[in-house]
Nanobody, 119 residues
Framework: QVQLVESGGGLVQAGGSLRLSCERS????????VGWYRRAPGKERELVAS???????RYADSVKGRFTVSRDNAKKTVYLQMNSLKPEDTAVYYC?????????????WGQGTQVTVSS
């Protein structure tokens, strides 16, 4: 598995912005996809955004038009730019990466970073 280190969470007022970063350790295998999940208090974990090795992107409907996911393969880093934040975006955000090994996949998770949006 790869190691993932997140940064960039914090407290922000509604309407504000935050940028999350997730740097991973090196791997000899293709990492596809990478992205972000979140878990709000009392709710199930949900996919926020993912980006494939080829650049295909998926977003949760609730964040479309507000969040932007990107990846820099040279820096082994995935980003989540979050704009127009709402109180319902409050959650712990987890970076994930899927490592494609011959015959199997291996999923890795970051430690999580808290995002709190005040009204």
């Amino acid at each position: 598995q790869v190691q993932l280190v997140e940064s960039g969470g914090g407290l922000v007022q509604a309407g504000g912005s935050l940028r999350l970063s997730c740097e991973r350790s090196a791997s000899i295998f293709i990492i596809d996809p990478v992205g972000w999940y979140r878990r709000a208090p009392g709710k199930e974990r949900e996919l926020v955004a993912s980006i494939s090795h080829g650049g295909s992107i998926r977003y949760a409907d609730s964040v479309k038009g507000r969040f932007t996911v990107s990846r820099d393969n040279a820096k082994k880093t995935v980003y989540l730019q979050m704009n127009s934040l709402k109180p319902e975006d409050t959650a712990v955000y987890y970076c994930f990466a899927r490592e494609l090994r011959p015959g199997l996949t291996s999923d890795s998770w970051g430690q999580g970073t808290q995002v709190t949006v005040s009204s």
